[in-house]
């Protein structure tokens, strides 16, 4: 690894004359976007596809072969972009694949994710609604009405594959399904030593009791999960975190099948104040930048911190393993930001509306109440982002580049279907008929009123 005695992250002071501009360049940075790619990402792409397109065109080029031409086109687009060639058999891993894995799995790791599964379970069926009723009576009058919650019958989920394994993506994407009641839950990841060979994930998948799983990945794997190909039925919702083109294909996708979220880079603003620890901080902006790419930010009103944050984040890059790329995230996507004051802050940390948000500050609730663009937020000097990527309960799985100011991370509501039931009997009906009849021919939609009125011609019925 390469030793630094400096770090040029961006650095904004927001009494400078050049915040503004400053501000609004890292916002637009963070900004979900998708056509931006590499020249190797290009040469590739020309490769594969004869044009230089877009990230946006290759993911619709992609979909739509999957969806015209099946299992042969996922197939085929596995054998190009993954250098991996499958079969139908070999897709799907075995029942037999499964139970080895989970057998020579370590049973410290296993011990662990029961724990991690509980944690969870107990969080997100708290957050599960209880069916509505409402009985309206007045006489012979009887109306009713119910909100009625019925869980999904068939998930996707997306585990990437490509840097690393993640048995944390699919606990916090597959056991607040199953805490919701869905009973057919599919796992997409890519056929990589990270993904579909890895005998953690797998451990997990069966851990969970999670028996369908399909060694593709890449917008393929989610068209497939959308439109349905031979030997993998669509289903109603995909979820799960993924590289820019999983995203594209989940957007290109929507309107098929449901989608969580449009996710991006990793990313977290720590809001800090004098009490704050400047190594604390500094391994806080490191953890979600060593995500390559990943953003840290940090905002203060206590001005010597800005520096002691920069000398630690220094001496902490240079003695990780993943410090090299971290320092880069940093570079492209970090910065070091002086507020005038907390409220300052509070706005802006709502103008970058991140994924985490961590307060550590000696009054972590009075600053929440400041803020609320964050999709999880975490409070005081012990709650590092890494209590929630892995442990506490609520899922990692959140909105990214600013969407956080009007969406929310994954639960388990999120994976209930609701319905409304209306039942009115012929006095009811007549209760509510003149009210009905006036709106429906204010709008001239006669039928509408007319569908009433053929009801009440003789109410002695």
Not at 386 to 401: F, I, K, M, N, R
Request: aromatic share 6%.
């Amino acid at each position: 690894m390469t030793q630094h005695s400096d770090l040029d992250i961006t650095t904004i002071d927001c009494t400078r004359s050049d915040a503004t501009s400053l501000f609004a360049e890292l916002r637009n940075k963070l900004s979900p976007s998708g056509n931006v790619v590499s020249e190797a990402g290009r040469q590739r792409t020309i490769e594969l596809f004869g044009e230089p397109l877009t990230p946006q065109q290759v993911v619709e080029r992609i979909c739509n072969d999957v969806r015209d031409t099946g299992r042969d086109a996922l197939l085929d687009y596995s054998a190009k972009l993954d250098q991996k060639k499958l079969t139908p058999e070999t897709m799907r891993v075995s029942a037999e694949e499964l139970k080895a894995a989970h057998t020579k799995a370590d049973p410290e790791y296993l011990k662990t994710l029961r724990a991690i599964r509980e944690n969870i379970i107990e969080f997100q069926r708290a957050l599960l609604p209880d069916d509505v009723k409402i009985l309206r009576e007045a006489g012979e009058s009887k109306i009713e009405l119910r909100q009625r919650y019925l869980p999904l019958k068939r998930v996707g989920v997306c585990i990437p594959g490509g840097a690393a394994a993640y048995p944390s993506t699919l606990l916090m994407t597959a056991v607040p399904a199953q805490t919701a009641g869905v009973k057919e839950i599919v796992v997409v990841v890519p056929p990589t030593d990270f993904g579909g060979y890895n005998t953690d994930i797998l451990a997990a998948c069966y851990e969970l009791g999670i028996t369908e799983i399909y060694r593709v990945g890449g917008a393929q794997a989610v068209a497939a999960l959308a439109y349905g190909v031979e030997g993998i039925e669509r289903v109603d919702k995909i979820v799960g975190p993924g590289n820019l083109f999983v995203a594209l294909a989940k957007r290109h996708v929507f309107g098929e099948v449901d989608i969580d979220s449009i996710a991006g880079p990793s990313e977290v603003i720590v809001l800090a104040d004098e009490t704050a620890n400047p190594e604390f901080i500094a391994s806080d902006l490191i953890s979600q930048a060593e995500h390559s790419p990943g953003s840290g930010v940090l905002i203060t009103w206590h001005e010597p911190l800005i520096e002691a944050v920069r000398a630690a984040l220094i001496k902490q890059l240079n003695e990780l393993p993943r410090g090299d790329l971290a320092r880069q995230s940093l570079l492209d996507y970090g910065a070091l930001i002086l507020s005038r004051d907390a409220d300052e802050a509070a706005r802006l940390t709502d103008l970058l509306a991140t994924e985490h948000l961590h307060i550590s500050t000696s009054d972590p609730e009075q600053m929440l109440s400041k803020v609320q663009n964050a999709g999880a937020i975490f409070m005081g000097h012990y709650t590092p982002v890494a209590t929630g990527d892995y442990y506490a309960g609520p899922s990692h799985v959140l909105p990214t580049g600013g969407t956080a100011r009007f969406a929310n991370g994954l639960c388990s509501i999120d994976f209930l279907k609701r319905s409304s039931v209306i039942s009115y009997n012929q006095k009811g009906l007549a209760q509510d008929a003149p009210g009905i009849c006036l709106l429906a021919e204010k709008e001239g939609l006669t039928a509408h009123a007319a569908s009433v009125t053929i009801r009440l011609k003789n109410e002695s019925q």
